[in-house]
């Protein structure tokens, strides 16, 4: 099942779609005093390497902005102007511009591709991972927008959030600069979780807070604005993917636990880049669209295998011959996805698209464990003799029928199994293949300028070629005149299947900031009503006159035809916000009623609020469903959002319309009625 704050991420960022009660993140706040968040983000003026990195990227990202913005003004001067001698002048400028701009593009290509930062400090060999690096975003400042409209939609006084926005604005800094570690994995998904709360307090079906959010392509540093939440949602959920890749990469994977721990966080990495390609379409940066993120997700399930192979290389201690097929087969299922990611990579849109240093990499791990495949193949065949008390000859025979992907040319392999020399020239030619496929590597390692500075990335191919050289010349014999076959293609296995983990957002437990606005299923930015009005009541011979029902807030659910309520003008359907001035917004019934009636006898200030229904079909489904369905069932639906259409034209970016023709679709019920389904055992009359 997907996880609540995840589904709550599936907003139309053209329509403004608002999520259900099911999709919030946690359980609604309760009463309490704010804590503010005690996850902090990295110190931004800390000179380590990654700082230094992100830093030097973040400047570059702010230089390709200003280039972007002075030649989107010479181009419209050039199309706007008649002048000859302008036109030149401009088309000049034009050139110096869009140099400076491929200058600058190639120098954020190789800080994108400066994987050695993200490694391991292990001694270890091994081959280096693909790491993804955070999208930059500006500053945001809730201040003026959040201030305006609590004191219009809220009517309250603005200044006595200042704490809040304040705390709102600082969780932003935070999470601008996570640790690589747990904890910032955390602080990403808190602030993900707030944005929960933020959509459901200020950002109406209709209408923008005017919050500008600007955020950086991960690769190419191209700005995009939007002011939808949904598209800083979807930033931040791209990051949470984006730290997955950097702790996987930095994994000591010399030790078992190591290679598991990496495991995880690129599975969980998949998880994160497939849940948004799977619900967003037309994404306003290139690194959301659909075919980067499937790229990234099959490269990060390609990093997963691989890693699967590492464990399986470590675990493997013996040299029979089952468990040298059982590597060689791992080893090509590896290289295998790698061809698949390296096939995405050329596509058309992602061709111009994903650094050179990564295809070339994804290139090079493809051939070097294409080679690995057929070393280990060779090794079986070689080192491995069968005798006759071994028990496992029959399990040996039936695991090499099943290893190539087709019969080779010649004796039967029952036959090449039980001849020492048909297994020797066999092994030899796998060798071959090995040597040729590692020069292969060698030579695309060769080719790119950034794979060249990764020491250990030359390393592991020199001492691997070595390794099946040395091999080879073991092998051959100087009588050997017989032209080595060609060895057949090995039957790709893997003993464990990656899985693509869903982001668990529920495990970072979170208190809605602006709680104290009051219960979010009422005092939420879809719902409407008039202004609070201070209602004086006298307690009379029959009593207030009044039936109250509910908790949080409580709700006037009837009056007494000329008792002293409806005379003091309080009407059915009034919520009570406050009790003599003191705020029963999140107060229990039971703590309302003491109040009423421990009231004097110059009698009780009531401060009440009417909600206005604006749609009386949906008041009419509201209230079905609140009769015909279970308690919890009916608050989730009550509380889900409708699909509108807006007409802001940034808003393009779109969720994917997957869920239509099943189920009941959901619309924004009106909240007047939300207590009637529930709360019926509360009701009591006063």
Partial sequence: MEEPAARALEMSLSDGTVPSDDDMPLTLPTEGSLSGSIRKGCDPFAQTQRSKLQHRRARINQQINKEMRMRAGAENLFRATTNNKVKETVALEL???????????EELEELNSNMEVYQTDSEAINVPMIPLGLKETKEVDFTVSIQDFICEHYGEDSSLYDKEIKELMELRQAMRTPSRNQAGLELLMEYYNQLYYLDQRFFPLHRNLGVHFHWYDSLTGVPSSQRTLAFEKGSVLFN???????????????????????????????????????NFSNAPSLDMSGPSLCMLVRLMVSQVQECVFERVTLTTQDTRFTSQLRLAQEAARVSDVYLLVQQTMTQPLMKDYVPFSWASMVQVKSEHFRALSHYYAAVALCDHTLSAEEECDEESEKAFLQFYISSPAGPPLSQVLQDPEKRRKLGKAHLRRAVIRHEEAMRVHSLCKILRKM???????????????????????????????????IQSQTHQKP????????????????????????????????????????????GLGLTLRGDSPVLVAGVVPGGCAAEAGLREGDYIVAVDGEDCKWAKHGEV???????????????????????????????????SSGKENTRQRLLAGAKGQSSASLLNWNRKKTREGGGVTKRLGSTFSLSFGSIRDTEAMY
């Fill in 455 to 489: 020491d250990i990335l030359q390393d592991v191919l020199s001492l691997t070629h070595k390794r099946s050289l040395d091999k080879y010349s073991e092998l051959d014999r100087e009588d050997d005149f017989d032209e080595t076959a060609e060895a057949p293609e």
């Fill in 240 to 278: 949470i993917g984006a730290l997955y890749t950097q702790i996987g990469a930095r994994q000591d994977r010399s030790a078992t636990a190591g290679i598991d721990r990496a495991i995880d966080a690129f599975q969980r990495a998949a998880g994160a880049f497939n849940y948004l390609k799977e």
């Fill in 95 to 105: 050139s110096f511009v869009n140099s400076n701009l491929q200058l600058l593009k």
């Fill in 499 to 542: 899985d693509i983990t869903p982001t668990n957002f529920s495990t970072v437990q979170v208190t809605d900031i602006f709680q104290r606005l009051g219960p979010l299923s009422v005092f939420c930015a879809r719902a409407r009503w008039g202004p609070v009005r201070v209602i004086c009541l006298q307690r009379g011979e029959g």
């Fill in 593 to 627: 009623v003491q109040m009423l009636k421990s009231c004097s006898d110059r009698g009780v200030e009531l401060s009440v609020v009417t909600l206005h229904s604006h749609d009386t079909q949906l008041e009419r489904r509201a209230i079905l469903l609140s009769h």
